[in-house]
């Protein structure tokens, strides 16, 4: 049985909590992957500035500083992201 190919080239992806630790990792996977990545991050701007500059920039990858307590802020981020891709 032949394998599935699936591709991600230039899809976007979003990730939630993705300026350090596992999700900053996840950023990098689905950057290599050939993604187009927005995420979150609630404090650590620094952190997620670096991230984007690592993974070729605000073309390919994008932080947004949200906090995701409530549907509403959780529906912000994904406008956001709708918007910068």
């Not at 032949?2 to 230039?10: F, H, K, N, R, W």
């Not at 350090?20 to 290599?32: K, L, S």
């Not at 050939?34 to 670096?50: I, P």
């Not at 390919?60 to 949200?66: L, P, S």
Request: net charge negative; glycine share 10%; with cysteine.
């Amino acid at each position: 049985m032949a394998g599935v190919s699936l591709s991600i080239e230039d899809k976007v992806v979003l990730i939630t909590g993705g300026s350090r630790g596992i999700g900053a990792e996840t950023v990098r996977q689905f950057i290599q992957a050939g993604a187009l990545v927005a995420f979150n991050y609630a404090q650590a701007r620094d952190r997620a500035e670096a991230l984007v500059a690592e993974c070729g920039g605000p073309a390919r990858c994008r932080a947004f500083e949200q906090q995701l307590s409530t549907p509403a802020e959780g529906m912000a981020l994904v406008a956001s992201a709708i918007t910068a891709f």
